[in-house]
């Protein structure tokens, strides 16, 4: 670790290389609080919105979500007892599905392509 002490002052920092200095007699040191990066991009932001407010995008999106708000409370929601029996449907479902594909690559992948074409592909070869 390297100390550097000052003669000019009782300002005493402490850093390791390639690390910012920190002052070590409780004053803070100036500097912005937020990156450069932060308060240009936020400026930038700032200038878009007054843009997209003189014509007139914000109002449009507002009224979109006042619409949607207003189709969502039209809907009529499921309640738990409708939730449940329709939760078990598509289980039932995708059981018997996933069965019917299992059992229908199986007869026609294994035992009709590899036992009966082959065999007669072969056969007659």
């Known amino acids: 670790m390297e100390e550097t002490n000052s003669n000019?002052?009782?300002i005493q920092t402490t850093g390791i290389e390639g690390q910012p200095a920190v002052q070590t007699d409780g004053e803070s040191m100036i500097?912005?609080?937020?990156?450069?990066?932060?308060?240009?991009g936020g400026v930038?932001?700032?200038i878009l919105l007054v843009i997209a407010k003189k014509v007139g995008w914000l109002d449009r999106i507002r009224v979109f979500?006042?619409?949607?708000?207003?189709?969502?409370l039209?809907?009529?929601w499921p309640n738990r007892d409708e939730l449940r029996g329709s939760t078990w449907m598509v289980l039932v479902a995708v059981a018997l599905l996933g069965?019917?594909?299992?059992?229908?690559?199986?007869l026609l992948g294994g035992i009709l392509i590899q036992?009966?074409?082959?065999?007669?592909?072969?056969?007659a070869g």
């Not at 979500?65 to 969502?72: G, K």
């Not at 036992?115 to 056969?123: N, Q």
């Open 65 to 72: 979500f006042l619409q949607t708000r207003e189709e969502l």
């Open 31 to 40: 500097g912005s609080p937020l990156p450069v990066e932060w308060i240009v």
């Open 44 to 46: 930038i932001l700032l």
């Open 8 to 10: 000019a002052g009782t």
């Open 115 to 123: 036992d009966v074409l082959l065999k007669m592909v072969g056969g």
């Open 74 to 76: 039209k809907c009529s």
């Open 99 to 106: 069965t019917f594909t299992f059992m229908a690559d199986w």
